[in-house]
DNA sequence: GTTTTTTTTGCAACCGGTTGCAAAAATTAT
DNA sequence: ATAATTTTTGCAACCGGTTGCAAAAAAAAC
């Protein structure tokens, strides 16, 4: 079908070998050698099997690009940052879709089947330990918006989320509200739990300032919006911080709907800057996260890892700033 | 590092085609062999090397999914349903983001050379010639939200462009617009084309109704705002179709700022019915694109193509439905 | 023009599997 | 128990490349 190495090698007169070196960089030819060689090649319309060559020299430039937060807009962003970066480093991205899987053990046997040279996983709400599945097989592995610790077993890249957690609670202390909450997205995540230890953290340095918490099912609009008109029927606070951007607009449109202005009669933060809550109808406030700085660093990061797999893991936190938009009032 | 065939094969004493085959289904094995083997395997936990499987067998289960719209929230939906689709078929995506190439050639050597099984081309905008390129390469491929046409060199999944276009129409003409307007993405998307097209082709037959057209940069809200915000400072019409719902909510956006009342003062009607078409605080009047048969249809037709290579290419078009919310004035 | 050194080339083994073919073993028929 | 048939197994070649090593060729030194 495809030319192979062989036909090339007969085409040109010469060695197999001769072939596959004009072909490998830092090879030795002649540059007679290389000239007839390409000639030939370009003729049959050759070029190499990365699949075939992957056998001998054990690096097949694929990555796994593990996530489950295909419902999360910002991810569309993320999967644009991520595959371009890859691309850019002469890796590709195999995608995998976890869906609501949490065992690490499926992918990792399937990417180790394919051989990959590293896995990027991509969550904010997986736990350390599936990651750690990955090293403990030896993969060169990236955990991006993972769970901060101070002795990571592997590469983090992201933001602190007990931090942010603390940054929204003084926004909202600044704002001068008096009763404020936290909604989370599902208790399982570690994001939703770290931001909720920082918010807490701050908080309570604030006695006088009223509190409370409850979770929404999932990060999506829904879960967001449904978790939202449940509290509007019993004792709503002033001022919420919301896990995540889709949660916030979520909860927004629930508080619009039910009659509510913003931010006259109820305020809200978010976390994440997606595209979506700049929009002039959203117009959200929240907390921006860097993720273009966030995906570059992982994939440099990666790239590091394959020179040297035995990096010793680091954390790599960016800072976040709050994005003032129209949905909390201002400071008095 | 990780076991290889021969390392079961020594361990368990017999021939590494044993192992081999036991690890193949439809092979004659005898069970005590099979035990035998399987035994040896889960000792080292050995599991079979894709990659070097496909250089025999000519089938690597990689799948290139190739697309240049990664800023079109609908395309989150899109990926999600794709991964899961393919996994569910035993298939593995291969992502290739294009950005903004136009040229077949890049991604088609880079698949080539990873051996993909397959390539689906999911874009609204790549012209036809793009994935014929694939065909004539004879490398199986399914266009997801290609352009029809009535003999295609490729198997097409998707909508009729055209159609969906003259519904469009219809819609406006049935609630008593009397100046409407298209707002395409680039000039150069297919489904820009094509929507147009059967936008005048259904509103030519009413020449009371003063009809324009005008084009956004590109899919996104920005490009939607700023031509609308263009518009506005002209001559606006009652209504507008938008060739893309994130196109409408720019649109929408630009049209409220400027303190216009929808649906009273200005009308729009969208096309995708995308998740956030659906959101409260935007909740658009759109024309629904089935796309989950869409993608589903298209990984059967792909599964399809890899047991029959040659199967005639055939177009599949899901029918649209308008799905009524609060952008448009209702019908007199 | 020889000898020594450096560069280029081809041979052959290998990467981790699969598979056609024939021999060996197990079944079935006689 | 023997012959005929069917099933299971191993050998060896192959898939499309790479690479260590030694021989051949070219370049440099004498």
């Known amino acids: 079908m495809t030319a192979t190495l062989k036909d090339v090698a007969i085409r040109a007169g010469v060695s197999t070998s001769a072939v596959s070196r004009t072909f490998t960089d830092g090879a030795s030819v002649s540059d007679k050698m290389r000239r007839k060689v390409e000639k030939a090649a370009s003729e049959l319309g050759y070029s190499p099997n990365f699949l075939a060559r992957s056998l001998t020299t054990r690096r097949t430039k694929l990555i796994g690009l593990v996530s489950n937060n295909f419902h999360n807009p910002i991810f569309l962003q993320v999967f644009d940052l991520f595959t371009r970066g890859l691309q850019d480093a002469g890796l590709r991205p195999l995608l995998v879709n976890l869906s609501d899987e949490t065992d690490p053990e499926n992918s990792l046997r399937m990417l180790q089947q394919y051989s990959v040279d590293g896995v990027i996983v991509a969550s904010s709400t997986l736990p350390p330990y599936f990651s750690k599945a990955f090293r403990d097989r030896k993969l060169p592995i990236v955990h991006t918006f993972g769970r901060y610790a ?180 201002p400071r008095p």
């Not at 992201?158 to 940054?167: K, Q, T, Y």
């Not at 959203?282 to 990096?311: C, F, G, K, Y």
């Open 150 to 329: 101070s002795s990571p077993d592997v590469h983090i890249v992201g933001i602190d989320n007990v931090e942010s957690g603390r940054m929204a609670a003084r926004e909202l202390v600044g704002r001068g509200y008096k009763k404020v909450a936290y909604m989370g997205g599902p208790l399982s995540a570690t994001s939703t739990q770290d931001r909720f230890k920082g918010f807490e953290d701050e908080m309570s340095r604030h006695p006088e300032i009223e509190r409370s918490h409850s979770y929404a099912d999932a990060y999506t609009f829904d879960a967001g919006r449904t978790e939202m008109l449940r509290l509007l029927k019993s004792n709503p606070s002033e001022a919420y911080f919301c896990a995540d951007d889709v949660i916030s607009i979520g909860a927004l449109s629930a508080a619009k709907d039910m009659g509510l202005k913003v931010p006259e009669d109820i305020g809200f933060i978010g976390l994440n800057d997606m595209t979506m809550a700049g929009w002039e109808n959203i117009n959200l406030t929240t907390i921006h996260q860097p993720i273009t700085q966030i995906i570059s660093s992982s994939v440099e990061l990666m790239v590091a890892m394959l020179e040297d797999p035995e990096r010793y893991p680091e954390a790599r936190l960016f800072p976040c700033r709050v994005v003032e938009r129209g949905t909390l009032r």
